[in-house]
């Protein structure tokens, strides 16, 4: 881990990251290990020290008020979060000037911050987005070592849930021949629906990959799933020559149509539109200006 001295905190999207780094980044697929990303060494956490007293003085400077985004890059809730505590002092100040806060994670340690993040969400408006590739414990540790256990991730929509935090359950990565099975995604649904969450991502189930973190993906394949190696065999040939590349399941629309049949069943939002618009756009409940979906 070291620190350094920002000199801006927001991206001009109101992107929120503190850290860049870290161990959060095994999962198999992680953009932040593109090349373009320009980090050098992942497992050394870049600390972004003066991150709150920052966010303050961009956030007095702002006209307008809006949606912060945090974890768009990197987890807002990397292990040293907890005893640095610099996203829950960022939360603050967010609550202190009535911006909204939509946050991506795959840690429990948000429920740390709970009570700012409900406070947030009675003036203006607090998203939570949990990732959910699997209900396999087994193998969503293989999928992302770092991610939060299949129960305790439960436990954070439960948690949230119950404290009026909207919560989005994003299935995802889903990895061909892994986790692209129709009793995966419903046993995922299952949980979103019997926990509370309100919307499901799902990203058209595919992904891209682009130098560095492509790369990445293939030596996942070879020594977590030795077993599918040979199905990947023409695409990691392929994938030598071209810049980029897409990974979809072969049954990728048959699991989009049971998604949305089971959404509608269970009036949960699917619509991935409507979804991205609602965790970007500022809410100001104190004046009754409030954006609703219809169940």
């Known amino acids: ?23 959060n980044i095994r999962c ?33 400077k702002k006209r307008n008020k809006t949606m912060i985004i945090m ?6 809730y990397v292990p040293e979060e907890e005893k640095l505590e610099l996203t829950r002092k960022c939360l603050f100040e967010i609550k202190r000037y009535d911006f909204g806060v939509s946050i991506r994670t795959k840690s429990n340690l948000i429920l740390r911050d709970i009570d700012i993040i409900a406070e947030i969400n009675e003036k203006t408006k607090a998203v939570v987005t949990i990732p959910f590739p699997t209900t396999d414990s087994r193998l969503s540790r293989l999928i992302d070592p770092d991610m939060a256990a299949v129960s305790e991730r439960t436990r954070l929509i439960e948690e949230l849930s119950l404290r009026k935090i909207p919560v989005v359950v994003a299935i995802e990565p889903v990895v061909p021949h892994i986790n692209d099975t129709e009793e995966g995604v419903l ?24 130098p560095g973190s492509r790369e990445y993906f293939y030596q996942c394949i070879e020594e977590r799933f030795p077993e599918v190696k040979p ?22 629309k048959y699991l989009i149509q049971e998604i949305e049949e089971f959404c509608e069943k269970r009036s949960l939002i699917f619509d991935q539109e409507m979804i991205r618009n609602y965790k970007r756009k500022y809410e100001n409940k104190q004046s009754g200006e409030q954006l609703y979906f219809e169940f």
């Open 1 to 23: 881990m070291h620190f350094t001295e920002a000199k801006t905190i927001l991206t001009p999207q109101n992107g929120l990251n503190i850290y860049r780094g870290g161990p």
């Open 28 to 60: 198999i697929y992680s953009p932040l290990r593109n090349t373009s990303s320009h980090v050098d060494d992942f497992e050394d956490v870049e600390v972004k020290e003066n991150a709150d007293s920052l966010l303050a003085v961009a956030l007095k």
């Open 71 to 76: 974890g768009t890059l990197a987890d807002p």
């Open 187 to 210: 046993s995922i649904l299952n949980i979103a629906a019997g926990f509370g969450a309100f919307a499901v991502e799902y990203g058209d189930l595919k992904f891209t990959l682009s």
């Open 231 to 252: 199905k990947y065999k023409d695409g990691y040939n392929k994938s030598m020559n071209v810049k980029t590349e897409e990974i979809a399941s072969s049954n990728r």
